[in-house]
């Protein structure tokens, strides 16, 4: 008697994890996106896009990737390079007669508008937020009709980082700057590597009123004279104007993580807590 109610209530649950077609959606840059279909030929211009769609269970639907990606390595290595956002190879994609592109928003690339020029459905968008990130998971996980995979993806995401969060209860705070490039440019604490320095326990130096991720003076570092440095070498402190007497560079606490740890930490998507763990063991290494 319960059996066809039992059946009945699986396939509720499991239509509500499907997407329905055509499906129209907002980018980043205020354009709607429309899919007639599920994407069976995707192209992925940012890494971020990349991990995110294996992550979800959408990788076979990837006939091409922009030349950055680089995990799963496996998997990436079996894929077309298409250039990059900056310089993409247009009659390559083209070529591949994707029905949906993954792109960016920035205004500097124009990836975006060039690509949907050429005729081609493309999504452009990224995350810059913590929570963002969360929220550009389920968005690809709806385009590619792989909802209860973006789910998943987002559940062990944050088990992971509340397990980690836990083992830092009670740390005090750290004063860090973080280093995007030699600009410098740097995260705010309202990007999601300043949010991932927060929960590792850190006090980003870095004024949220700059953005997320700005351009500074170094004489910001110097006067804000952090404990933590990462992202760039101890030499490298070392021998800009002012930073040799800082705390941090004269207790040898600069750190340059390795290729792998930075491209977790840079990259917006499921390595997340990766990165977290990586800026928790520099932060507050008596923890782990």
Same mark, same amino acid.
């Given at each position: 008697?319960?059996?066809?109610?039992?059946?009945? +209530?699986?396939? =509720?649950?499991?239509?509500? !994890?499907?997407?329905?077609?055509?499906?129209?959606? =907002?980018? &980043?840059?205020?354009?709607?996106?429309? $899919?007639?279909?599920?994407?069976?030929?995707?192209?992925?211009? $940012?890494?971020?896009? =990349?991990?995110?769609l294996f992550a979800i269970g959408a990788g076979a639907q990837l006939v091409a990737v922009d030349k950055f990606s680089n995990f799963p390595k496996a998997e990436? &290595?079996? +894929?077309?390079?298409?250039?990059?956002?900056?310089?993409?190879?247009? @009659?390559?994609? %083209?070529?591949?007669?994707? &029905?949906?592109?993954?792109?960016?928003?920035?205004?500097?690339?124009?990836? =975006?508008?060039?690509?949907?020029a050429a005729g081609l459905t493309v999504y452009g968008g990224t995350a810059q937020t913590y929570t963002e990130v969360f929220q550009k998971i389920a968005v690809l996980g709806q385009l590619t009709n792989h909802e209860a995979g973006a789910t998943r993806l987002i559940t062990s995401m944050r088990s992971d980082m509340n397990t980690l969060s836990a083992q830092l209860r009670g740390a005090p705070k750290v004063s860090?700057?973080?280093? *995007?490039?030699?600009a410098p440019y740097t995260a705010g604490p309202e990007s999601f590597i300043g949010v991932l320095m927060d929960k590792a326990g850190g006090a980003n130096i870095i004024p949220a009123g700059?953005? @997320?991720?700005?351009?500074?003076?170094?004489?910001?570092?110097? #006067?804000?004279?952090?404990?933590?440095?990462?992202? $760039?070498? $101890? !030499?490298?402190?070392?021998?800009?104007?002012?930073?040799?007497?800082? !705390?941090?560079?004269?207790?040898? #606490? *600069?750190? #340059?993580?390795?290729?792998?740890?930075? &491209?977790?930490?840079?990259?917006?998507?499921?390595? %997340?807590?990766?990165?977290?763990? *990586? +800026?928790a063991k520099l932060l507050h290494p008596e923890r782990f």
């Open positions: 008697m319960f059996r066809p109610l039992l059946f009945a +209530l699986l396939l =509720t649950a499991g239509s509500a !994890q499907a997407t329905h077609y055509p499906l129209t959606v =907002t980018d &980043d840059l205020g354009r709607s996106v429309t $899919l007639t279909h599920a994407p069976k030929r995707i192209v992925a211009m $940012l890494p971020s896009h =990349t991990e995110t990436t &290595d079996r +894929l077309p390079k298409v250039g990059s956002a900056y310089a993409p190879s247009i @009659e390559a994609i %083209l070529a591949l007669k994707p &029905d949906l592109v993954l792109a960016d928003e920035s205004g500097g690339s124009r990836l =975006t508008e060039k690509l949907a860090a700057y973080y280093e *995007v490039s030699a700059l953005g @997320e991720f700005p351009k500074i003076s170094p004489e910001l570092v110097v #006067k804000a004279n952090p404990a933590v440095m990462i992202g $760039l070498s $101890l !030499q490298d402190a070392r021998v800009r104007p002012g930073w040799n007497t800082l !705390q941090a560079v004269t207790a040898g #606490k *600069v750190y #340059k993580p390795t290729q792998e740890e930075t &491209d977790a930490l840079s990259r917006p998507g499921p390595r %997340l807590p990766v990165a977290l763990r *990586v +800026l």
